[in-house]
């Protein structure tokens, strides 16, 4: 098995904590990867996420956060050895406010099944995966039983089980935030 990493990170997970624990600072996303990895040969930096919600036809505000979205997602393509996986948002109505109830689909699966069909070719020996939900359990038990080393990064409040799954873990903390700032 060749000594290469393989960095999964879940967008939404990483926006929350950047938003709840560092009060959303701007960061540089080929930084991270490379903070992530540690210096071990990277295969590639896969990052998962939703297009923001359009209604039919758009307000302007939710064109400008598509748009937004649409130039973000293109920047993160141009880092070198990184890939954007976009998954969908399903309408589930509205709320007692009349906002729309949004649920963001496909997103976890994309990243259980990459982990999965990459531990099983053998073209990764370790894998960091930035989330702190606990359904990437099942696919975390595969990987490790591919010989996959598992190394979670994570927030300050990440799901118990998922601290137990893994190998090793890495807190995403103040004096990396500082590191990777843009």
């Given amino acids: 098995m060749p000594e ?10 990483l926006d ?3 938003r709840d624990e560092f009060n959303l600072p701007r960061i540089d996303y080929k930084k991270l990867a490379t903070e992530l990895a540690a210096a071990e040969p990277l295969l590639r930096t896969y990052y998962y996420t939703c297009e923001p919600w359009q209604s039919n036809p758009p307000t302007p505000d939710e064109s400008k956060r598509f ?3 649409q130039k973000f997602h293109n920047y ?4 070198p050895n990184f890939e954007v996986r ?6 589930r109505g509205k ?4 906002r729309p109830i949004l649920e963001q689909k496909q997103v976890d699966i994309l990243l259980a099944v990459e982990l999965i069909r990459l531990s099983y070719r053998s073209a990764i020996s370790k894998a960091v995966i ?12 595969i990987a490790k039983d591919e010989g996959v080393q598992v190394i979670l990064a994570h927030g300050a409040s990440p799901h118990l ?3 137990d799954a893994v190998d090793q873990t890495m807190l995403i903390d103040t004096n990396l935030i500082a590191r990777i700032k843009s």
Avoid: E, H, Q
């Fill in 76 to 79: 993160l393509r141009r880092i």
């Fill in 95 to 98: 709320d007692s406010n009349g």
């Fill in 161 to 163: 089980k998922l601290l």
């Fill in 16 to 18: 929350a904590i950047l």
């Fill in 86 to 91: 976009l998954g969908r948002l399903a309408y």
């Fill in 67 to 69: 748009s937004s979205a």
């Fill in 4 to 13: 290469r990493l393989g960095i999964f990170i879940d967008g939404g997970y």
């Fill in 130 to 141: 930035l989330t702190g939900d606990s359904d990437f359990i099942p696919a975390i038990s």
